[in-house]
Every structure is written in C-alpha cells, then in structure tokens.
C-alpha cells in the first residue's frame, strides 16, 4: 500500500507541476495576444499615414504642375488645402474606431 501512495503523490506532483506550467503559459500567451493586437493597431495606423502622406505628395506635384499664375496657384492651393482637410478628417474618424 506504501508504493501506490508513493504513486499516488507522484502523479499528484506532476499534475501540479503540470497546472502550474499551464498557467505560466497562459499568462505569456495572454501577454503576447495583447501586444500583437497592439503592434496591428500601430501598423494599421501607419499605413493609414503612409496613404495621406502619398496622397498629399500627389497633390502637391500637381498642384505645383498646373499653376502658373499667381491666381491660378492661390485657387490650386485652396483646392489642396480643402483635400487635407478632408484626409485629415478621414484619419481622424479611422483613428476613433
């Protein structure tokens, strides 16, 4: 009876050792999910300033391509600055989701 006692508090050790081992991964798993989710949310965002960026970039060079008055370049860059403000209110309202 002494050697299935034994058994029994080995196997007992191990389902311990194992209980213990199981929670020590959770947490890291947990851990890791939530700063995966983080860097998603990060790259998501900076491919969203990526796309203004080049957007405006756009803009400009044709803004830049197209004026050659005064009068033309001052309404160009009307038209350019109502585009930013639209882009910019358009990554804000992404950036609010």
Known sequence: MSETKLKTD???LKVT???D?????????????????E???????????????EERNKIIKLAESLGDSKEDNRELKKKV????????????LLSDR
Do not use: A, F, V
Request: contains cysteine; aromatic residues 6%.
């Open 17 to 19: 050792r194992l209980l």
């Open 39 to 53: 860097h998603k949310s990060i790259i998501k965002n900076q491919k969203n300033t990526i796309l203004s960026l």
């Open 81 to 92: 600055n109502s585009y930013l403000r639209e882009i910019d209110e358009c990554i804000r």
């Open 10 to 12: 080995e196997i007992k």
């Open 21 to 37: 081992l199981y929670k020590s991964l959770k947490t890291e798993y947990d851990s890791l999910h939530k700063e995966n989710e």
